[in-house]
């Protein structure tokens, strides 16, 4: 079987990865290793709906019941990879067997970053990262009266999308963040304020720029406060913690493949093993405006069909305009391209309405947006930014002013 192609991962990027290879041509055995029990599914519903009784465990799948037999793609649940031989280019099981493969592809994916602080394992401390996390908060919540006191431990994209979840559920939620600012790696500070605004009109309680000393627990071993590094505690029943992950790199790293805050690849997912890919959020790309690691469904996806199309040896780096989306409350916040600091923001509609696009421009031209509860704005944005279309600020930031003109793709500069 040494020409399989055997990808470790059941995840976004690993299923669409063999989904792609199959849509392009790709003939081969493919072997797709999850070392989860569950079928492969949507991760984005775990803090969203999961939580709320919205979306229920059935309504998770990634692809039907019959995909995987019908694909050809031998799924293998409950099985982890424990070594890598790029030389005799096999991958070594748990349970003592191994695969052969012509091809290996990484969408290993990656963890929760743990809270090192004493009580960080008490019982009602959990982390959010899987199906089996996220069944356990609601249940935690389920069994809870109305008005149960949750702490949310950081204010990250999951850490607010939890605490909003946890609000329609009918608990007491605070925010604990240790930057002075929500979302201070992904927004400028004007859109973090308006975030912050907007959960404490909603009911959230946030604390900034606090850190935690630690968990406390009551005599039976359950959490019962968070004691902040003011000396304060704050009264709990639940924790969660949302304080980023880490790229799962081990296998990589201890096969001797180059890792640097991921497994560093090119625009078309290789790495520097011969016949080894990565795709997902455990990769680092190589990508037009830098090298990212980028944690979205929308990058995992157009990062495994970049590495399928190697494998039928018709390489399409990847060069989508990056995009991600997130739910908080009655809020979609939908986020488009790459910003950075000092580029000029220009401001379309009105935050207090909770409608409108914040453009960036740079030189001139359209690099990024990030929209609140304007979908059709959002998705003219990704236009934009791949077409680089240069708009005066000033029709930008008039709601009347027709953009649509603009987005017809300019030559790149």
């Not at 991962?9 to 290879?21: I, K, N």
């Not at 000029?344 to 453009?359: C, E, I, Y």
């Amino acid at each position: 079987m040494a020409e399989a192609l055997v990808i470790v991962g059941a995840s976004y990027a690993g299923v669409q990865l063999a989904a792609s290879a199959r849509e392009l041509g790709f003939d081969a055995p493919i072997v797709l290793l999850g070392d989860e029990t569950h079928a492969p599914y949507q991760r984005p519903p775990l803090s969203k709906g999961l939580l709320t009784g919205k979306t229920a465990v059935d309504q998770l799948a990634l692809r039907g019941p019959d995909f995987f037999t019908e694909q050809n793609i031998d799924l293998r649940l409950g099985t982890r990879a424990t070594a890598l031989d790029l030389a005799a280019q096999r991958v070594q099981l748990a349970d003592g067997s191994h695969l052969d493969y012509g091809w290996l592809a990484l969408a290993t994916g990656a963890r929760c970053r743990p809270l090192t602080v004493p009580g960080a394992s008490l019982q009602g401390v959990h982390e959010l990262r899987t199906l089996d996390d996220a069944l356990a908060v609601h249940a935690a919540v389920s069994s809870a009266s109305r008005g149960t006191r949750a702490c949310v431990v950081g204010g990250g994209f999951i850490g607010l999308e939890v605490a909003a979840a946890l609000t329609a559920a009918g608990a007491q939620v605070t925010v604990l963040e240790g930057q002075t600012r929500l979302l201070a790696r992904s927004f400028p500070p004007a859109m973090s304020d308006y975030v912050a605004a907007a959960h404490r009109q909603r009911g959230v309680a946030l604390e900034l720029g606090r850190g935690v000393q630690a968990l406390l627990a009551n005599a039976a071993g359950h959490v019962e406060s968070v004691l902040l590094d003011d000396g304060r505690q704050l009264a709990c029943d639940l924790v969660v913690l949302g304080i980023g992950v880490l790229p799962n790199v081990e296998l990589a790293e201890a096969a001797g493949i180059a890792c640097a805050g991921g497994i560093l690849v090119d625009a078309c997912g290789r790495t520097g093993a011969p016949n080894v890919l990565a795709a997902g959020d455990v990769a680092n790309m190589e990508l037009p405006h830098g090298r990212l690691r980028l944690e979205s469904i929308q990058a995992a996806n157009d990062g495994a069909r970049a590495a399928a199309s190697v494998l039928v040896g018709q390489p399409q780096p990847l060069s989508a305009v990056p995009w991600f989306w997130s739910e908080q409350h009655d809020l979609k916040l939908q986020m488009a391209g790459i910003p950075a600091h000092g580029d000029q923001t220009v401001l379309r509609g009105d935050m207090a309405d909770d409608r409108f696009t914040l453009f960036y421009l740079r030189d001139g031209v359209v690099v990024a947006a990030h929209s609140v509860n304007r979908p059709a704005e959002h998705m003219l944005a990704r236009k934009l930014i791949a077409g680089r279309a240069q708009i005066p600020a000033e029709a930008l930031a008039d709601p009347a002013a027709d953009l649509k003109p603009f987005s017809i793709l300019q030559p790149r500069g």
